[in-house]
């Protein structure tokens, strides 16, 4: 199966370069596109005439259960800081999670997500009282809407014995058939015999951890009274940063010597400017390892232009980046994904834009473009795999209504369970 695209604006995403073309769209989690004039093979066909068509975007970090938070009601007594923030809100909020909301949360933050032009979602996953069957939950709601995925769940100390032994479990199990990552919460919560059973886990399924890094200075200084050294030493010596496939979420409060590390590492750090900020925990300075890190949005949402816009502001005084260097950021994840070989981010992803620009678009100015200017409206329609997913802002595979109208029911169920 195949899908045209008419008279398409093409920008490939890696070189930028621009040019109107037909586009051949060829259907699997592995294929690809051809640039043809015309639709020789009779095609179904989408007229692109004044359309922006270009590769769809890949969200570097999400948490898709806190889909079901939005405006949920203020805790009792406000967080003065960020292990407060986790106490008071998150981590309440992860074990009043069942199977019912998990699912919820998956769809209504996947159809946000699609609807942005996002059409593969990594994603860090907590259930602590749900851990049985949560991954295959959600691996299965962002199958129905079209989402590639690259899932993990999050492995801590912090709720004891039993609910860590059916987080290991549930990890185990899906890695046998699914490809995902191993999920690790943070340093001060994961003691050496899990970080042990985690990297083996990873290692037998030839994958990598998932974890958060340094987001706040108390994850450093947990780790330095605890084991005496600074958390990226600690995850050295374990093996992490060897594996290709690993995630350091965030990576904010690092020294000099972790910087190095990481500079010389196989693993990549993912930034979440938004999330940082609504965090008050600082931004992220890459100049060290810039070439090592993409973008995530924490939970916060799906809409990865929205992510590279905020980064973009975030680093004005920090690593500064220019809007290239933003773009390159964005993109970056792309080659995460096809280095481990992880499948869904084929060339047949792509989105059509519907942007009418006041000045000319150029291969040099593009970033500008999207820095400035683009934005989640200008997204019409999104190809996933060579499937169309959202058609004029709508997703084609599942009923919107129906999944808002029952997200809307098991969000109030959470809330009352707080
Ligand atoms: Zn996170």
Redesign the pocket.
Known sequence: MAIYLSNADYIDPQTLEMRTTGIRVHEGSDAGIECIDANTANDPEIDCTGRIVTKSFVVG?H?IYSALARGMPSPKSSPTNFVEILEKIWWRLDKALDGEMIRASALAAGIDAAKAGTTFIID?HASPNAASDSLHIIAEALDSIGLSHLLCYELSDRDGADRLASGLAESDRYLSNHQGLVGLHASFTVSDALLTRAMDMARSHNTGVHI?VA?AESDETDSLGKYAKRVVHRLSEFGALDLPQTIL??CIHLDESERALIKDAQAWVAQ?SE?NQNNAVGCLDASGFPDRVFL?T??MHGDCLAAVRATYLASQGVDSLSPNDAYRRLRRVHGYLEQNKFTGDSANNLVIMNYQSPTPITPSNWAAHMMYALNRSHIETVISDGRVIVRDGVCTLVDEQAIFSNAKHQAQRLWDRL
């Open positions: 970090h948490h860090h958060h987001e979420a965030h979440q999330s995530g924490d939970g």
